[in-house]
């Protein structure tokens, strides 16, 4: 079952994360342009090239449907094969997959797999209300006939903070909870931002009292454990094996990956301790004949600490209820035993919007091609990454290895 | 009236609120698998069988999960109690997002039994299904925001008297803690459509709910900023002073005026002050009140206002 291994990301781009209100505004099309231009320019390929396209529909600015043809048009490019992908923050790991498939069925030979999340500019007629308006249910879907309108809103239940919160309790019943462990994660992953010229907390050290002495937003949830939104957006290039020879960097192919979703709200899912990721890894090792202890480094999104703590068990790096214990024994950092989230994670890099994702497969295929710089690691040939949307309610997962 | 949302029965949906408002709970049940089901659907989530019945059933359960969301999950959800989110798993095995009423943080646990309460949320009779604790007296309650009574004149301890000739004493009032909480005012849409008329600022943004609903950054209509400022003398603020012995005493303006945060119509304010400065000058003895007005339970003021008075 699954992919034979063949097709591997060649190239990546990543606008640097910024704060919405200082970053440029570009049109979205012009930053899928823009964004495929440096990333075709990292792989040593050419826009003739590429022959696939993964794209995100919902929060393209220039249109709601029609976006790849929309796309393709701008690029000049033709396509053999196009999808949106509507999975939050695991649209990434979701597009790539994709792309690895669409390549080793034949189809075609390099894909462009692309989310543009800096604002466009405003139009005369534009209301600059709108996001506002948009962002105030966070997510939650305000349409008649929506069971979330219906039965979530009123209550007050909306956006992802208490949703993530109410996990963590569930999960502190059900085995304990020790908030320095989870602070900790916040801490290694800030160490590791140090290291990378584009995060945006580079600069500001953290420790874990520094974590747990931040406020309070939704028990036990500290808002430094919860990611800052942030304008950016990033580009990777998927493709054959035989484009993979002639392009300039080492390429990471994609031996393994799973997807797993079954619900939107986690009140809803069989048990709220149990996350999706869980299948998702499962399918992914399986598919690459590896164990996570063969990985050299753990790439894992992290909207909040809870969702590492969980991704981290049920992915199988630790037993399930041992993941506070594998934080404290384990240090997380690019210089340490096992690391993780090297870029500092989107907690520390910044989540741009549904791009937030890209900077954890970014980074993989950076640590595979040894383009990581001052955190690069000695050795990284295999790397697992992990992907989150919603409230862990859609959860994917990606193997990458050096040739 | 409140911006609060509210939920909108579908055809699907409707007997179970119907439910609600006649004091049943229903839940429906699968006729070919016995499965339960919420929330309402045309087709079993076990089997996808379409042969459903709406059975009543006690809403008795158990809390799966909860938080105390510290930082109301919206502007509307912050007041005197504290915002707990929760789900609660029915004894019949289905789980529903809720929030809880009547508890006290400390005394909520995970898997602790609980039981429903009927809330009614606004003035139509809209039944809400939270819960509570099965040892708390509550089964139903009434929510809908009403203005609260005004407090008696007289009210309040006695006052430490300060001569405004005693500057050293009036001095020994700056402080960086403000006082206790003022008694609470409810800016309905009616008090907003009198400012409206009064001031003559009557944007739609104001006065408008049907349009704001739509359109407003905020989900409905909003109080002026200048009319919440002017509210602050409708609240009584227990302050342990009072300043004799002028001939006349006038308000001198502001220092600093602010609306830091909106006051979605429909809320709760109240306000607390503090001695920001006292000085004493050619004019008279200036005294600096920075007056904080607060929808009730949000932590970021509403108005900011360093209230100048001079006493002559």
């Not at chain 1, 349409?143 to 993530?164: I, K, R, S, V």
């Not at chain 2, 003559?200 to 943004?205: A, L, M, R, V």
Request: with cysteine; hydrophobic share 40%.
């Amino acid at each position: 079952m699954g992919l034979k291994g063949t097709a591997a990301i060649v190239g990546a781009a990543q606008y640097k994360p910024e704060k919405y209100s200082t970053a440029p505004q570009m049109f979205h099309l012009e930053q899928v342009a823009d964004l495929a231009a440096q990333a075709l320019a990292d792989a040593g390929l050419q826009a003739s090239d590429i022959d696939g396209l993964c794209i995100n529909g919902p929060h393209f600015h220039e249109a709601s449907s029609f976006v790849p043809a929309m796309a393709a048009e701008y690029l000049g490019i033709a396509l053999n094969f196009a999808e949106v992908v509507d999975l939050g923050g695991t649209t990434s790991v979701g597009m790539i997959w994709r792309a690895a498939a669409a390549i080793e069925l034949g189809i075609c030979q390099a894909v462009l797999c692309v989310i543009p999340q800096r604002m466009a500019s405003f139009g005369p007629d534009d209301d600059p209300s709108a996001m506002a308006r948009a962002m105030r249910f966070g997510g939650h879907s305000t349409q008649y006939g929506a069971p979330e309108a219906e039965f979530d809103l009123p209550y007050g239940h909306m956006g992802q903070n208490t949703g993530y919160a109410m996990i963590a309790q569930r999960y502190a019943a059900q085995y304990g909870y020790d908030q320095r462990a989870m602070a900790k994660i916040a801490v290694d992953q800030r160490f590791n931002a140090q290291a990378h010229p584009d995060a945006i907390f580079r600069g500001q050290e953290l420790s874990i009292e520094d974590v747990l002495g931040s406020k309070m937003v939704a028990d036990p949830l500290h808002i430094l454990e919860i990611v800052m939104p942030v304008a950016g957006g990033a580009a990777v290039i998927v493709a054959s094996k035989e484009l993979a020879m002639r392009s300039k960097g080492r390429p990471a192919y994609i031996t393994g990956f799973g997807e797993r979703l079954g619900y939107k709200s986690p009140s809803y899912s069989p048990d709220m301790t149990e996350t999706p990721v869980g299948p998702a890894a499962r399918s992914a090792f399986a598919m690459a004949g590896l164990k996570p202890a063969d990985m050299h480094a753990a790439q894992i999104y992290d909207c909040y600490t809870i969702t590492v703590l969980l991704s981290l068990e049920d992915a199988g790096f630790c037993a399930k209820g041992e993941g506070m214990r594998f934080i404290l024994d384990n240090d997380l950092t690019y210089k340490g035993n096992f690391p993780m989230n090297t870029h500092g994670g989107q907690l520390s890099f910044g989540q741009a919007g549904s791009a937030g994702g890209f900077s954890q497969v970014v980074e993989a295929y950076q640590q595979v091609a040894g383009k990581a710089g001052d955190r690069q690691l000695k050795v990284c040939d295999q790397v697992f990454v992990s992907g989150t949307g919603g409230v862990m309610s859609e959860q994917g997962a990606l193997i990458l290895q050096g040739a | 009236m409140s911006n609060k949302p509210m939920p909108l029965p579908t055809a699907i949906s409707a007997p179970f609120w119907d439910g609600l408002k006649d004091g049943r709970i229903m839940l429906q049940q699968c006729n070919a698998c016995q499965h339960w089901i919420f929330y309402p659907r045309r087709h079993c989530n076990s089997c996808l069988s379409h042969d459903l019945s709406w059975k009543q059933v006690t809403g008795a359960g158990k809390l799966y999960t909860y938080t105390v969301a510290r930082v109301p999950t919206l502007p509307e959800f912050a007041g005197a109690e504290p915002q707990i989110l929760a789900v609660v798993e029915l004894d019949e095995g289905v789980r529903m997002n809720t929030t809880l009423v009547g508890l006290e943080p400390e005394r909520i646990e995970v898997g602790m039994p609980v039981k429903p309460v009927r809330a009614t949320v606004n003035a139509e009779g809209a039944i809400l299904l939270r819960y509570t604790g099965v040892d708390v007296p509550l089964d139903e309650r009434d929510e809908v925001v009403r203005a609260p009574e005004a407090p008696s004149a007289d009210a309040g301890p006695a006052r430490q008297q300060i001569d405004v000739k005693d500057i050293e004493a009036l001095k020994a009032l700056v402080t960086g803690e403000f006082s206790d909480w003022s008694s609470q005012i409810l800016v309905d849409q009616e008090l907003i459509d009198q400012f409206a008329a009064l001031s003559g600022d009557d944007y739609w943004i104001h006065t408008d709910p049907e349009r704001a609903r739509k359109e407003s950054p905020f989900g409905g209509t909003i109080a002026h900023g200048a009319l919440v400022q002017v509210l602050m003398s409708r609240m009584q603020v227990p302050l342990s002073f009072e300043v004799t012995g002028f001939t006349n005493m006038v308000n001198y303006g502001s220092e600093r005026l602010r609306f830091p945060s909106p006051v979605p119509a429909g809320s709760l304010l109240h306000s607390r002050t503090r001695v920001k400065s006292v000085e004493v000058l050619p004019r008279g003895t200036q005294m600096v009140l920075e007056c904080n007005i607060h929808v009730v339970g949000q932590e970021r003021p509403a108005v900011i206002n360093d209230l100048v008075i001079l006493y002559m």
